[in-house]
């Protein structure tokens, strides 16, 4: 007696090499690894990079740009510059993440069980570099100076770098995959002095459990902090509504 057993296959669709480097710099953008500001490698120097003809980085480039991720410069300080993500979403995905919350619970939902467990083996496995650099991501989100984006960047860092901790590439990749579907909800969030000083007493809690290699303390926090930014988020969305 023959088992037939469910197959998962999906459907194959063509991809452009330009779709390919424009999801890459899409993440780096919203993941902050390029900054608001900062110039992006000319056309010649991305075609290098990716080995691709500088007509395929020019139509990537063109699609970031009418995502409001980018803008092209001209004159003697001309060139392409990466936008203020945090501003430029607080206005342009309000209305995409409602229409698409139970898509965003499920992410949520996701990181729920990825990142405090990444935490977890973070904390057995955290060297001191590690645990310095996440103290000056701390202090430099507490300085008076420190602006709505480089806030956002330091968050999305910090978070970043305990799953890079972990040891484990599984945990990061997913914490990256996850980070880059929620940050333009996270980017939703307003941005005062009451903000960035919950975040850094809650980000100081789970560095001190991190310090004391207190792995079940690691997880319950961030377990904790991500539930609460769920809630966040979903209680700005129905603001008003």
Request: with cysteine; charged share 30%; glycine share 2%.
């Amino acid at each position: 007696m023959s088992i037939q057993f469910p197959l998962h296959f999906e459907k194959v669709s063509a991809k452009k090499v330009s779709d390919f480097i424009r999801e890459q710099l899409e993440e780096a953008i919203i993941l902050k690894e390029v900054l608001s500001e900062e110039q992006l490698p000319t056309e010649r120097e991305l075609a290098e990079i990716f080995n691709a003809s500088r007509i395929t980085v020019r139509e990537a480039l063109s699609q970031l740009e009418a995502k409001g991720l980018i803008e092209k410069r001209v004159g003697a300080k001309g060139g392409t510059f990466v936008l203020p993500v945090t501003a430029n979403s607080h206005k342009r995905t309000r209305a995409e993440i409602e229409r698409d919350w139970e898509h965003m619970l499920k992410v949520f939902e996701y990181r729920t069980m990825i990142e405090p467990e990444g935490a977890f083996l973070a904390a057995e496995r955290i060297s001191a570099g590690e645990l310095e650099l996440l103290q000056s991501y701390l202090d430099k989100s507490i300085e008076p100076d420190c602006s709505r984006e480089l806030f956002r960047a330091l968050d999305v860092k910090f978070h970043l770098s305990i799953a890079k901790a972990s040891c484990n590439p599984y945990y990061e990749a997913a914490v990256r995959q996850i980070r880059t579907k929620i940050n333009p909800a996270l980017d939703l969030m307003p941005y005062d002095e009451h903000i960035r000083t919950v975040n850094y007493d809650v980000h100081t809690e789970i560095l001190r459990a991190l310090q004391a290699h207190d792995c079940y303390k690691s997880r319950e926090v961030m377990k904790r902090h991500i539930e609460h930014s769920a809630d966040a988020i979903y209680a700005r969305l129905t603001a008003g509504s």
